[in-house]
């Protein structure tokens, strides 16, 4: 069945896997007139049965949140509280029972669990993950971690160490792997993986990456993928208008004292993140099959997207999109339209040389084209979600030898990056150089939905036509095309934030557009962040990480041609 087993690290992560869960839930139908779903259930589900004999198919995952993260959810739901039991006494007097004040459930849970009309979640009204939740999970797979408690000022769980420590303190007194995880990969017939969603720039990154150390000793090369978030920059925080106000005499002497310790404040923070990012990276990326930062791009956003970056609801949908589009191949049916993939294929498709492990990830929401949208006679020009015309994917199929500066093959540009590893102590992202400038090793296109096919189909007429001119053996398969006419859904628990052209809500299903790729931004970008913080790191681990760094940074300048345009650009 290729199982895919999902590990949950954090409240960011759990944020994101409730959004995958509740699409995944979308694709079920019910009765004999809904048809079949074009999704394999049993790769993500697994059968069980509940407490009352009934039977169950809940999510093959483990979720580790710290004290208080779960918000009003219980260990044990509705499916299996007949087997919750109170334990029996073994004292005989007089007992005084304390319970700490329980969390409200919200009013989206109570109207599932009514079946009433769900209200409208907003960003005030979504306090935790699990209140837009709409999926039930078996007991094992929740693991609360009260050695942290979620939002504590005086012990905030935000190093890197902390997260390395916190686990191998835990490995020691319970042996995580087998009390957690071997339970679920006993009951695959046949893992396709394990997915991982964890932040890569809090501690959580170190708690990811002695996990991921252990999993490998006991699941050699069983492809594991990590989605690594990153928290949005919230800039440096602001007193007043004084950041804004124009006056002729400088602030009061307190204020601007204010103004100077919260903005160490945050670069201290900022500094801090950018520090275990370089080491989540250092020590993930040799150990996980691919590594897929996910951030949000410090400039606008496309006008198709409309999103609270303070909101982690908000913030998690958008990357949901993206996520859960590039990795539809992986439990679609076989009769589906689009070729089914697998964790391992598409690892092999992007890791060219062994070593490339680090992937870039784009998306855009597609909009269907104005019918007066003619072209010049090569086809139908598609726009993006900003109105501009969308890139002919030719510029990365074919290498044009006609060209004195040697042809490049190009990486296609969406939307929306989420690839962004680096920034400086400002907030402004380190560029990986002009996309049109990146070299690019390999990627994955996807298409879902009527739009984003059409779209496609329009492309691949362009590109037959300069088969034509410039003949098949030119051609380098740098490019894999995947597509499916299964929309992305929009829940009543998914956030608002894609427009349409004229400005509106979109809340039909979304067509949408990815592409996953191994190309030569990493390289800048991972030197970028090298320089930023080596400096800022102990002098026990400096060496060490630079170098770490450094080195996964040479594997994405294999395959440049020597004496090239490229080469000036990274010296």
Known sequence: MHEIITLQLGQQSNYLATHFWNTQESYFTFGDDAGESPINHDVHFRPGLGADGTETFMPRTVIYDLKGGFGSMRKINALYEDAESEPAALWSGKTVVQKQTPIDISAYQESLDTGSAAPELTTRNVRYWSDFSRVFYHPRSIVQLNEYELGSTLMPFEKWTMGEELFASLDKDHDLLDRDLRPFIEEADQMQGVQIMSGIDDAWGGFAAKYVERMRDELGKTPIWLWGLQEPNAGIP????????????????????????????????RLLRLTNKARSIAELSSQVSLLIPLSIPSRSLASSVVLDKASAWNVTALFNAAMEST???????????ANSLTMGSITDML????????????????????????????????????????SSLNEMNYEDQSDTGGGQNRVESLDVDLSSLAENLGGAAVRGGSRKKAHLFSQLETARGDDAINAISREEDDEANDEDRYGRAQRRQKSHRYQSTLAYPMLDSYPRIFRDREGALRQDPISMRTVLSTDSSVMTRLRGLRTTVVRSIGLEDREDIGNELAEVAEAYKEGWSSGSDDDDDDN
């Open 238 to 269: 602001k007193v007043g208008n004084f950041h804004h106000r124009v006056t002729t005499s400088p602030p009061p002497p307190l204020v601007s004292s204010a103004i100077a310790m919260l903005t160490k404040a945050a670069q201290e923070k």
């Open 327 to 337: 990795s539809l191949y992986t439990r679609l049916k076989s009769n589906d339209r």
């Open 351 to 390: 890791n060219v040389f062994g070593k490339q492990t680090i992937a870039n990830l784009q998306m855009s929401p597609v909009d269907e084209p104005p019918a007066a949208a003619a072209g010049d006679g090569t086809g139908i020009q598609i726009l993006s979600g900003r109105g501009e015309l969308i």
